[in-house]
């Protein structure tokens, strides 16, 4: 029979979409809430700018209009020379600021036009950002004559600034996100590393052990939350310490019931052995007393009472022999070692432990099945204590005329810098030599330790054959 018996505990579940950390979910919403700020913020400038830049395109306008006017004017009243004055003027001036100035012939055909801009020259913004930013003001047409004179609102420059001052402030913007998202990374990681704290005391709980206790945090909710583990955690370990201690009760008295059942089997064979051949001895005799008596009717009388005597005799031996043999039919030795195999699979959750016990083919008296129980005992123990292992197996079996008992493990073996309990060693070589048994404790080809003992078929007192009950 192959019984696993190892505890696992339960895995959380798994889903196929990764679920974000705490962290993640703070960083996203601390970046959504700056990108809203920076977008509201950069609206805003952007209002505002349009409106300082219409108000100085106007005014520069307002500026070359009344210029412009007035060398109209000069140039109406002086016919002869007004033309060529104007041009003159004109030509000394260069560019008007803000302004763009060309001048028409009678046909249409353009003879004049302001040189570019050196302010940035030959840098532009971008269209979509000139778009937003260029304000709708109108161009205006002087008539001096035989020429007309077109001036026209040029916004270029501004917007240039503009634009300077908008990629330099969103590189101050974006390197102060970037404080900004390094400062509340460090204080998320200080203020969730609590939380790192409470997972690894969570999933030792989760393997069975309630030893760690959690801190004050100087945190309200996270002290309620480690006050909250902390009772749990008590009050789980004291339900455990009363289970374990239930449990090696419970093993005790199993013990204690085969110890029981080989005393009703002894007492058994007792009463049938003595008791039944000295009730057979008394009906032999009064058997003889009466056929030698038949001729004498008191003692004739006599030996019949003493033979009906004997008959309800040998009646109660036996109503008593199949009450106690009926009692002494209860677990057996296989069981008995199953059922430590689970008490210290349950004390030590984080060891698994395959357990294959098989019913031996022959009973076996108390010495040899306490021996087991015991080799087993200080086999486990040893695995807990010392080996350091994650597996362990535990084969008991009949083989031929013996019983065979091997523990295996897949720690550090005998290698180990604290070898096994020398005493405990000891006293198993001891039990396994008083019934002339071998044992066996190496170390296999791929590890670990290997704990084997055989022992062979006693003809103890169990094992007597007896006759039908008399």
């Known amino acids: 029979m192959q019984t696993p018996v190892s505890p696992r505990p339960d895995e959380p579940p798994r889903t196929g979409a990764r679920v974000p950390t705490l962290r993640a979910r703070v960083s996203r919403v601390l970046a959504a809430l700056l990108l809203v700020v920076v977008t509201i913020a950069t609206l805003g400038w952007m209002h505002e700018t349009r409106r300082a830049i219409h108000e100085e395109i106007n005014a520069a306008s307002r500026v070359a209009e009344q210029w412009v006017s007035v060398l109209v004017a000069e140039t109406q009243r002086d016919q002869p020379h007004g033309a060529d004055r104007l041009m003159a003027y004109l030509t000394a001036v260069g560019r008007l600021r803000a302004n763009r100035l060309e001048v028409l012939d009678a046909g249409g055909t353009l003879i004049y036009a302001s040189p570019e801009p050196t302010y940035k020259a030959g840098r532009q913004a971008p ?58 990374h460090k204080a998320l990681d200080r203020a969730l590393a609590p939380l790192n704290e409470i997972d690894a005391a969570l999933a030792r709980g989760a393997q069975g052990l309630f030893d760690t206790r959690l801190p004050t945090y100087r945190a309200a909710e996270l002290d309620r939350l480690a006050d909250s583990y902390n009772r749990l955690a008590d009050s789980l370990d004291r339900t455990r310490a009363l ?47 009466m056929q030698r008596c038949e001729q004498l009717p008191q003692m004739h009388g006599s030996a019949q009472a003493i033979l009906a005597m004997t008959d309800q005799m040998q009646d109660g031996v036996r109503t008593i022999l199949h009450r106690l043999r009926a009692a002494a039919a209860g677990a057996g030795l296989d069981q008995v070692l199953l059922d430590y195999c689970m008490l210290w699979a349950g004390q030590h959750p984080e060891i698994e432990l395959d357990c294959r016990i098989d019913p031996p083919a022959w009973p076996t008296d108390e010495t040899t099945s306490l021996a087991l129980l015991r080799l087993l005992q200080e086999s486990l123990t040893n695995v807990a204590r010392h080996a350091q292992a994650s597996h362990a197996e535990v084969v008991f079996r009949t083989e031929g005329d013996e019983v065979e008992l091997r523990v295996t493990d897949n720690g550090r073996g005998l290698a180990g810098d604290r070898p096994p309990n020398r005493f405990g060693i000891t006293g198993m070589h001891e039990r396994v030599a008083a019934l002339h048994g071998t044992l066996s404790i190496d170390t296999p080809a791929d590890g670990g330790l290997c704990v084997h003992a055989r022992l062979p078929k006693r003809a103890g007192p169990t094992e007597l054959q007896h006759g039908p009950d008399t």
Do not use: C
């Not at 085969?258 to 058997?287: M, N, P």
């Open 127 to 184: 269209e979509w950002f000139a778009r937003q930013l260029t304000p709708a003001v109108p161009t205006h047409i002087f008539d001096a004559g035989e020429r007309q004179i077109v001036l026209r609102p040029d916004a270029s420059r501004s917007v240039l600034d503009a634009w300077d001052y908008f990629t330099a402030g969103l590189g101050w913007a974006f390197a102060g996100m970037l404080v900004i998202g390094l400062v509340v």
């Open 243 to 289: 289970n374990v201690r239930l449990e090696e009760d419970q093993a005790f008295a199993r013990a204690l019931q085969l110890r029981l059942e080989e005393e009703r089997k002894f007492i058994a064979r007792e009463l049938h052995d003595e008791l039944g051949q000295g009730i057979t001895a008394v009906r032999a005799i009064a058997g003889a007393m």
